[in-house]
């Protein structure tokens, strides 16, 4: 056995709390498969004492949405000095923040859907306007900083779009609202490599008829499947690995990232990056670290040394 010291965050207040336990409780679960001193410290005001009383090698945040996942928790580590799995403060900030990822995205040429940004400061009744002059009723809202689908409404009329703004002001106050697309919804997550970035095997999300993978879907078992390899085309599934890898590069991500997009018949349109993907037992990118050859013992114990290497170099 390992004895590298692992401290595992999880928790907090955010709206993504229980997933993150959920996750933690299978990440701890692995980890002591190859190390003997594995902790959990739930994220709360006395995190630094935890970790100052564990004393860490290296810090694994399970956490998701802010303030674990949009660069917050990484400043708080590296002012303190540990090392820790993943992505560091500015590239958790950009990948966190949909409006300012998407601009990222679209500087380098990245296929992304057309959009507006609202302002919960200039009012509803201005906000449907100028959605609806740019984009029409079909649309998708999204709070700027949330994950999981938290917030998200899919919209089909100006009276849904009114009470999807309502509903997602309460979690951000500014929204990226884009225009739908209807096509399946695809997943590739990447890993960093000595030699580079390498992409997982392409995942098709499906859930029941007249559903989409929102957050009931995405955490409750039996509610969607995934199929690896998507079914798609080889020239898509090709295009979908290369996007996924160079929207993690354009972000700056360290370790690992999650892309997640829509695809039609004839285009494909990148949506996100997540920087501290999911690992409960329901989860996408463990599963597609399986296809890539990790089983998830080994995925683990693989991002824990990587983060060792960086405190020794």
Known sequence: MNNTKIAVINGGDSAEASVSR??????????????????????????????????????????????????????????????YVGSDVHSSAFAMDKIIAKEVFRRVGLPVIRQ?????????????????????????????????????????????????????????????????????????????????????????ITTPENSWYDFDHRYTPGLSEHLMPAELPEEQLLALQQIAVAAHQSLGCRDLSRADFIVTESDIYLLEVNTLPGMTPTSLYPDGARGYGLEFPELVKYLVDRAVKRKGS
């Open 22 to 83: 959920s996750s933690a409780k299978g990440v701890i679960e692995a980890l002591r498969n190859n190390y003997d001193s594995v902790t959990s410290i739930e994220l709360d005001d006395g995190i630094a004492t935890s970790l100052a009383d564990c004393r860490p090698d290296v810090v694994f945040p399970i956490l998701h949405g802010p303030p674990g996942e949009d660069g917050t928790l990484q400043g708080f580590l590296e002012i303190l000095g540990y090392s």
């Open 116 to 204: 507006c940004v609202v302002s919960k400061a200039d009012g509803i009744a201005n906000a449907v306007d100028m959605i609806t002059s740019e984009l029409g009723e079909n649309v998708v809202v999204k709070p700027a900083c949330q994950g999981s689908a938290i917030g998200v409404t899919l919209i089909d009329n100006a009276n849904q779009l009114r009470d999807g703004l309502s509903a997602a002001f309460e979690f951000d106050p500014r929204l990226l609202v884009e225009e739908r697309i209807y096509g399946k919804e695809i997943t590739v997550g990447v890993i960093d490599t000595d030699t580079g970035t390498d992409p997982f095997p392409v995942i098709e």
